[in-house]
């Protein structure tokens, strides 16, 4: 079993900057890739960054390629998702999640554990 729990969300102006924390607790956490996806209004959830935990080999959408930073420490058991030049259409709720599989996979279909989300909103 993994939990995890979003935290940092919140209203910022478009090119500021936000940094959700995702903090993972259970057993074998370390051995997942942890992602993080994003859901606006009436639109389907996207893959928007991924970590693998033990190796730290990280994949982002091109979207947010240059502007998003995934990264772990290990001693909080936390990921975050740095974002920088923040735009309107980034505003959506962010979710992390954790998949055991070995490689990165950008389908929410493969992702087995979700925190509860945490609103981002962007005002232009």
């Known amino acids: 079993q993994v939990q995890l729990v979003e935290s940092g969300g919140g209203l910022v102006q478009a090119g500021g900057s936000l940094r959700l924390s995702c903090a993972a607790s259970?057993?074998?956490?370390?051995?997942?890739?942890i992602g993080w996806f994003r859901q606006a209004p009436e639109k389907e959830r996207k893959f928007v960054a991924a970590?693998?935990?033990?190796?730290?080999?990280?994949y982002y959408t091109d979207s947010v390629k240059g502007r998003f930073t995934i990264s772990r420490d290990n001693a909080k058991n936390t990921v975050y998702l740095q974002m920088n030049s923040l735009k309107p259409e980034d505003t959506a709720v962010y979710y992390c999640?954790?998949?055991?599989?070995?490689?990165?996979?950008?389908?929410?279909?493969?992702?087995?554990?979700w925190g509860q989300g945490t609103q981002v909103t962007v005002s232009s």
């Open positions: 970590i693998q935990w033990s190796r730290g080999n990280t």
């Open positions: 259970g057993r074998t956490f370390r051995s997942y890739v």
């Open positions: 999640a954790a998949t055991s599989t070995i490689v990165i996979d950008t389908s929410s279909r493969e992702y087995d554990y």
